[in-house]
């Protein structure tokens, strides 16, 4: 990860001081100290009518050539929910309706620190997968036939879909 070098308000050189608790990166000369904060991403378990799971092989790094759940990072003015339903899109050809959040989680990221995942289930879709944006392949798979997965959030989504994840109404 990319250390920053320079305050974003006044462009003084940072250094380090102990704040709350920490040490941070903090301008002494503007007195800001620079909070590293996670960056908010999301997945989807899709499923369709036969009970199997859709994964989209990676085109880029990390993990290139990897299967994965359909996601990405969320956008400014983006909401949590909505990045979801686009990353499906660009990534699979697909438009679909969220059911339900099934959890959240973070994991450490060497080019951001720390990713904050959204996970959301997906039963309802319309169109034909297709790989698009930075999938090579898109495939359903049965769940109890899954290929390794890229990243540990993912797995722990799967998962809690697969220990019987329900919900009553719709969230999305």
Known sequence: MVKKAFCR????LL???????RLRLHCDEC??????????ASALVVVDSRG???????NVEPKIGMWCLPGGFMEIGEQ??????????????????????????????????TVLLMGYLVREYSGEPAP??????????PPDDLPELAFDS?????????????????VY
């Open 9 to 12: 308000f006044c462009g003084s």
């Open 15 to 21: 250094g380090e001081k102990h704040v709350e608790g």
């Open 31 to 40: 007195g800001l100290t620079n909070y590293r904060n996670p960056v908010p």
């Open 52 to 58: 199997r799971l859709l994964l989209v092989k990676r």
């Open 80 to 113: 949590p929910e909505e990045c979801a339903l686009r990353e499906l899109a660009e990534e699979t050809a697909l438009t679909g309706r969220i059911e339900g959040l099934l959890g959240l989680t973070s994991s450490s990221n060497s080019d951001y620190g």
């Open 132 to 141: 698009g944006d930075d999938a090579q392949e898109v495939a359903f798979f």
């Open 154 to 170: 993912h797995k722990r989504f799967v998962r809690i879909y697969l220990a019987g994840y329900r919900i009553e109404k719709p």
